[in-house]
């Protein structure tokens, strides 16, 4: 095990540099166009892929690292660089965690790496939770997966929602209910390999914010998946599902062990757009005169950048202890990954409003990157659990009392 350090070992440090000069030299030049544009940027998820930034073995190395704050130092990066930019290259990493936390290390080996493809063939992947009646309550998924025995093959119906990279993903981590009685613990997690024929794109969103990300619904029509695609396999399956009606407790079902292993990361990523929107309106605050002077000269505007870096590195703190809990093997008995999430998220929604406040008119234009940064934190607030969520489990788990 690790032991838990602020500061960041040779190898993070490295990662930190690569990734900061990728996300200021490459993605900051492009954010304003793709945010316009509301397309998936293919030719910086090419740049990504060539310097083994989009790839399986960077994944692999960031989530082996032992301290666990590699992932999280690079996403803050990415982040920094252009959120929207950002969850295009990272959207991938969701269906891989969605393999890694429900599959077996065949599965793991055998579709990891087609989650990203190859720098002359870039893949995509996507993990289908939500659905239109049933985003952070989980246990309500309609989409069905039943068992065709005859074929060895499961088929899927049903539509997910809010789906990133939805619909144009070359792998879909779908999560299907299998026995509706049982609630959560009575779903599972399939592969839906690239081609099979039932899945197809329903509606693109148009977001406010992260517009470069690919956002969509996904529709599975007796969509049909061979057997070996049940992440985990049958065996096991059937061994969750017989403990489940005997009301024997499970250790957890498949989407919730799934995002409670990328929260801090999410968390990270949040964490990227607030130091960006501080460091602007810093830089700002100290050129920019009013009444013969710099504006930071006024206790007004300097005690809101003191809040702003306050809650940065509170942030920074909270993910970190996380990302290395989740990495050695410690248990969040206090709800440690949500509070990363929750004070990360609410941090870059307050320090890119305050960014705005300190711009003034210029802050409310597109002209300047500070409306496009809060348009952006306002997701973290919502995706992988809403605030309220994150302050539901947090109760929970500091009270031992099922706080509804």
Known sequence: MAEFSLDLNEDNLQIQQWVHDFAENVMRPAAHEWDEREETPWPIIEEAAKIGLYSFDFQAQAFSE????????????????????????????????????????????????????????????????????????????????????????????????????????????????????LGSRGQASFIVPPGTPGLSMGQKFQKMGIRASHTAEVVLDDCRVPGHCLLGGKEKLDEKLSRARQGIKSSGQAAMKTFEATRPAVGAQALGIARAAYEYSLEYAKERKAFGRAIIENQSIAFKLADMKTRIDASRLLVWRASWMGRNGKEFVAGEGSMSKLYAGETAVYVTEEAIQILGGYGYVREYPVERWHRDSKIYTIFEGTSEIQRLIIARAISGVHIK
């Open 66 to 181: 032992p301290t666990g704050l590699m992932f999280p130092v690079a996403l803050e990066e990415l982040s920094w660089g252009d959120a929207g930019i950002g969850m295009a290259i990272l959207g991938s990493s969701l269906g891989l965690a969605g393999i890694a936390s429900n599959g077996t290390p065949e599965q793991l080996m055998e579709w990891g790496p087609q989650c990203f493809g190859t720098p002359d063939k870039i893949m995509t992947a996507a993990f289908a939770v939500s659905e239109p009646d049933a985003g952070s309550d989980v246990s309500s998924l309609r989409t069905r997966a039943v068992y065709d025995e005859a074929k060895d093959e499961w088929v899927l119906n049903g539509t997910k929602t809010w789906i990133t990279n939805g619909g144009i993903a070359d792998i879909h981590v779908v999560v299907a209910s299998v026995d509706p009685e």
